[in-house]
């Protein structure tokens, strides 16, 4: 059965590529493309081969959001939309927000509504230079969900994030870039291969400081400057009492490249 989902496995490089793939529709997403997504980060979390995650489209474009015909049918005028975020949006967010290791999202081409949700729920993000994000809830009678609503004005600020949600006007990727709604924009033919070479350079991290770091910028939010220094000190204790600490030392003091071990 065709999922929508391409997953890709590069054992020499230890990074996970995983491909939205229903290109003849932008991969626009539906409850199955959705969930298959999830069962593969959820073998990623459990694979010790595993060291880092690319996410990116099929064709030309990287997402045009929610499959609205999956959405409304002639028969049901009034859906229940807040049933399908939580069954199948929501665990996705968090689980990518949660995965232990790092997810590089490549944007090519359009990241609409859902599609621009779930590039920003990504820990670093490239996009092409004629790559765009909209978000385009507001065009449909709808509001940011996938955690739009989160990601967005922490990323580029309120004023910002209010014009972008109730406008629906495009940013493109290099505008992105400057208001730090994304990483970095690169040149269209030269993105896949930026995301390999940083899925790499990410791969061959400390996988545990990694997790820890996430597990740090996670809380970040929602605490004062005293519970995040009192967790600082709590995961940099945990830190130090892992292999990869002493690795990293003992690499420092001999002048090589450190060499991590999986986390898992």
């Given at each position: 059965?065709?999922?929508?989902?391409?997953?890709?496995?590069?054992?020499?490089?230890?990074?996970?590529?995983?491909?939205?793939?229903?290109?003849?529709?932008?991969?626009?997403?539906?409850?199955?493309?959705?969930?298959?997504?999830?069962?593969?980060?959820?073998?990623?979390?459990?694979?010790?081969?595993?060291?880092?995650?690319?996410?990116?489209?099929?064709?030309?474009?990287?997402?045009?959001?929610?499959?609205?015909?999956?959405?409304?049918?002639?028969?049901?005028?009034?859906?229940?939309?807040?049933?399908?975020?939580?069954?199948?949006?929501?665990?996705?967010?968090?689980?990518?927000?949660?995965?232990?290791?790092?997810?590089?999202?490549?944007?090519?081409?359009?990241?609409?509504?859902?599609?621009?949700?779930?590039a920003l729920a990504?820990?670093?993000?490239?996009?092409?230079?004629?790559?765009?994000?909209?978000?385009?809830?507001?065009?449909?009678?709808?509001?940011?969900?996938?955690?739009?609503?989160?990601?967005?004005?922490?990323?580029?600020?309120?004023?910002?994030?209010?014009?972008?949600?109730?406008?629906?006007?495009?940013?493109?990727?290099?505008?992105?870039?400057?208001?730090?709604?994304?990483?970095?924009?690169?040149?269209?033919?030269?993105?896949?291969?930026?995301?390999?070479?940083?899925?790499?350079?990410?791969?061959?991290?400390?996988?545990?400081?990694?997790?820890?770091i996430k597990q740090?910028?996670?809380?970040?939010?929602?605490?004062?400057?005293?519970?995040?220094?009192?967790?600082?000190?709590?995961?940099?204790?945990?830190?130090?009492?892992?292999?990869?600490?002493?690795?990293?030392?003992?690499?420092?003091?001999?002048?090589?490249p450190a060499r991590?071990?999986?986390?898992?």
């Open positions: 059965m065709d999922v929508g989902v391409r997953v890709e496995h590069d054992t020499e490089t230890a990074v996970l590529r995983l491909v939205l793939d229903r290109p003849e529709r932008l991969n626009a997403v539906d409850a199955g493309m959705l969930s298959a997504l999830h069962a593969a980060l959820e073998a990623a979390a459990a694979d010790r081969a595993c060291r880092a995650v690319i996410l990116t489209g099929a064709g030309r474009g990287f997402c045009a959001g929610q499959h609205l015909g999956e959405t409304l049918t002639e028969t049901e005028k009034a859906p229940d939309l807040g049933a399908m975020i939580e069954r199948v949006y929501n665990p996705l967010i968090r689980r990518m927000r949660s995965l232990p290791i790092p997810i590089v999202c490549a944007v090519n081409g359009i990241a609409a509504g859902a599609g621009a949700s779930l990504c820990d670093i993000v490239l996009a092409a230079r004629s790559a765009r994000f909209v978000q385009a809830f507001v065009r449909i009678g709808l509001i940011p969900d996938a955690g739009g609503s989160f990601f967005l004005p922490r990323l580029v600020g309120e004023a910002r994030a209010r014009a972008a949600m109730l406008l629906g006007e495009p940013v493109e990727a290099e505008q992105a870039a400057a208001w730090g709604m994304i990483w970095r924009a690169v040149v269209d033919d030269d993105l896949a291969a930026e995301a390999t070479a940083l899925a790499s350079v990410l791969a061959r991290q400390p996988a545990g400081a990694m997790a820890l740090a910028l996670a809380a970040s939010p929602g605490h004062d400057l005293d519970r995040q220094l009192d967790l600082e000190r709590d995961l940099q204790r945990e830190a130090g009492r892992q292999a990869d600490f002493r690795e990293g030392i003992q690499a420092f003091r001999e002048k090589r991590f071990a999986p986390l898992r």
